[in-house]
């Protein structure tokens, strides 16, 4: 698989070119929302009313076009991540980190009933999507399975379509038609990756990185994210990494048979997730932390701005009218009255990344949690593959629930870890990263 190589040019003649006679775009945060840590997904109705879910467990709507939401629903200490409204507007999903919850509402989201009983095997759901009837559920965050659901009855009705020989991970759905879609996930060597099926899920075949090839363009441990579909030749994905010294996206011109891989950062992972384009050329991506990356030539140059912060979806009701979920709710707007380098600096409390790490000498790696939360700890070669799926070491050092705190690991004790260079991965419900450490002696070093 070619990959693309492009450096992010910070120029003002490149800003220059991102505004327009009127202003420059500029993603705005809304007022009046609830501070989440994060809002994860959001979806509008062919109608215009828009639903967003966020990690308190809320659901907010508006209708008004985006303008002002309001929460219509809560389920307390349950992680919502992903939402979609069947066309009819009144019909609609909510998936939540949480295998005991997975939400209906038939009114128009007045009133939601769980509905996970009716999911067979049912983990956790991360993507949604639905084509008439149809309805597609894909999951799981932690990467311990890589479970399909669909419905072809407004999701009355449920099948399970195991997914585990092509992927360990599945994250993001878009159909396209009723016999066309595209799963975003990632594979335990290959790393991020995208399946495609012709005929309305059944099937599925892996499309990126390319099924014949022998070396892959992403790490082991990085996820393809988010898809972002332009119109039915044009796509982009975003690509989760937590070891890579690079940003990466793909894109794709020829409706998903072939992928390329483009360097958004060739010194700087920003650990993107959401991605989201108004036309071919526009877009933004981003992850956790502030700012967003812009592109205005289809992802050949990006610019890194100080608007918008922890990014997870960006979504587009029209041209030039957006919305992105992360650490609030964003809305695409312009502003005349700045140039666009000067596009105000994000320094809210919500855009705080959650969660530390640091190294105790004879200890090992330690994770400070900012508030109970699921944790998967894996343990990663210096090349970012995992050392728990060789040999007959085919275990996490934890999958579990954990308090808000210090928790500390000693993956030499485990894995007879020989003198080198290691990272620890944390996959908690907030959010997936690593720390890179040396072994020296037994004794567990700090690597920056």
Avoid at 328 to 349: C, M, N, Q, T, W
Wanted: net charge neutral; hydrophobic share 35%.
């Amino acid at each position: 698989m070619q990959i693309i190589r492009i450096f992010v040019v910070a120029s003002l003649l490149l800003f220059s070119s991102f505004s327009k006679a009127d202003g420059v775009r500029t993603w705005i945060n809304l007022d009046g929302l609830e501070s989440a840590g994060r809002y994860d997904d959001i979806v509008f109705t062919p109608a215009m009313t828009g639903f967003a879910v966020n990690a308190n467990g809320q659901i907010y709507r508006s209708q008004n076009e985006g303008q002002s939401w309001s929460p219509i629903f809560r389920d307390q200490g349950v992680y919502m991540r992903a939402i979609d409204f069947l066309d009819n507007g009144r019909t609609g999903f909510v998936g939540a980190l949480r295998r005991d919850k997975f939400f209906r509402t038939t009114d128009g989201g007045n009133t939601w009933i769980n509905i996970s009983d009716r999911l067979p095997g049912h983990h956790s759901i991360c993507g949604l999507d639905h084509i008439g009837s149809k309805v597609f559920a894909v999951g799981n965050y932690q990467l311990t399975s890589a479970q399909l659901f669909r419905s072809t009855d407004s999701g009355e009705n449920w099948e399970l379509i195991d997914l585990s020989s092509l992927a360990s991970g599945l994250i993001d759905v878009k159909f396209l038609s009723a016999d066309m879609g595209f799963i975003a996930g990632t594979h335990r060597t290959k790393g991020a990756v995208i399946l495609k099926t012709t005929d309305g899920g059944t099937s599925w075949a892996q499309v990126y990185p390319a099924a014949n090839a022998t070396t892959y363009p992403t790490k082991p441990a990085d996820i393809l994210w988010k898809l972002d579909f332009v119109n039915d030749r044009v796509a982009y994905g975003s690509v989760y990494s937590a070891t890579d010294t690079q940003s990466k996206v793909v894109k794709t011109t020829d409706g998903g048979r072939t992928w390329q891989t483009l360097i958004v950062d060739a010194a700087k992972n920003w650990e993107l997730e959401g991605v989201g384009f108004i036309d071919e050329n526009t877009g933004w991506t981003g992850g956790y932390g502030a700012g967003s990356l812009m592109t205005t030539d289809g992802g050949q140059t990006w610019v890194h701005r100080n608007d918008g912060g922890n990014f997870n979806r960006l979504y587009f009701i029209r041209p030039g009218t957006g919305f992105a979920a992360g650490g609030g709710i964003f809305s695409l707007g312009e502003d005349s009255s700045r140039s666009p380098a000067s596009v105000r600096p994000v320094v809210a409390k919500e855009y705080v990344v959650p969660h530390t790490t640091h190294i105790k000498k004879s200890a090992g790696v330690c994770v400070e949690l900012d508030r109970d939360t699921h944790v998967t700890v894996r343990t990663l070669d210096k090349n970012g593959g995992f050392i728990d799926d060789q040999g007959k070491n085919n275990f996490a050092l934890a999958h579990e629930p954990m308090a808000k705190g210090e928790h500390c690991f000693d993956p030499k004790k485990t894995y007879k870890l020989k003198d080198g260079t290691y990272y620890l991965q944390f996959r908690t419900n907030e959010r997936i990263f690593a720390r890179k450490f040396k072994l020296r002696s037994n004794n567990y070093l700090a690597v920056k």
